[in-house]
């Protein structure tokens, strides 16, 4: 089943607590993302990874890592989270140029 | 760098009608892949239908088909016999070049349907 998993779902932390956002896909994509969608703002691209340990940034990295050690694993990590970073987070995977990014579920975070 | 815009925030049409969305987008590359994406009132994003930029004929899938029109630099997504299941926000999105890399999305279009 052709699916892009998130967890977890919902996230509430306190300001200056780390996160970790975990986003597993089971379609051996070579190609994940990050991105954040806010009110106003939009999908924006957080981070791109090409393949294992291979992370490019996006449009907004600033206040955020990824990893990625296995094909079908990639993390997003917040050190020491801000107010700011209150959001709705989601995972993609794709394989090729042109074909169309899945999605998964959404992390919906609260930094308070 | 590129930029994609859709320019209508919501449109209401009524059950079994057609309706219409627009986007724009701007690009320096000659070769660019525009993506049409749908976010249910749950939050999932699902991805509907693409259009190549180096093909003349719009895209089809089920009752979701294109408008596109490359000297506008405008993909308009058409939807037919909508159903209230079909009521989501639409986003438009575009990659550029012939390698893997993010997609640039507009910012949406509401749209609701009503028996």
């Known amino acids: 089943d052709m699916k892009v998993t998130q967890m977890p779902r919902y996230l509430i932390k306190r300001m200056g607590e780390n996160v970790l956002l975990e986003c597993g896909q089971d379609m051996s994509h070579e190609t994940m993302y990050w991105y954040r969608q806010d009110p106003g703002l939009g999908l924006q691209l957080i981070y791109i990874?090409?393949?294992?340990?291979?992370?490019s940034e996006g449009d907004i990295p600033k206040g955020y890592r990824v990893s990625r050690k296995k094909r079908e694993h990639f993390s997003l990590i917040l050190d020491s989270a801000k107010t700011n970073q209150t959001s709705v987070y989601f995972c993609a995977s794709s394989t090729g140029f042109n074909q169309a990014p899945l999605f998964g579920e959404g992390t919906r975070l609260s930094v308070l | 760098a590129q930029k994609v815009t859709q320019t209508q925030t919501s449109i209401s049409v009524m059950e079994k009608t057609t309706v219409t969305m627009d986007c724009v987008y701007e690009t320096q590359d000659s070769s660019y892949f525009l993506f049409w994406y749908k976010q249910t009132a749950s939050g999932e994003i699902v991805f509907l239908i693409r259009?190549?930029?180096?093909?003349?004929e719009n895209a089809t899938v089920g009752h979701y088909s294109l408008n596109f029109q490359k000297p506008k630099s405008s993909i308009g997504l058409i939807i037919t016999a909508t159903q209230i299941e079909d009521s989501a926000v639409y986003f438009c999105?575009?990659?550029?070049?012939?390698?893997?890399?993010?997609?640039?999305f507009g910012l949406g279009t509401r749209v609701s349907v009503f028996p």
């Open positions: 990874s090409y393949d294992v340990d291979s992370n």
């Open positions: 259009q190549d930029s180096y093909k003349k």
């Open positions: 999105a575009m990659r550029e070049g012939n390698y893997a890399q993010g997609l640039t």
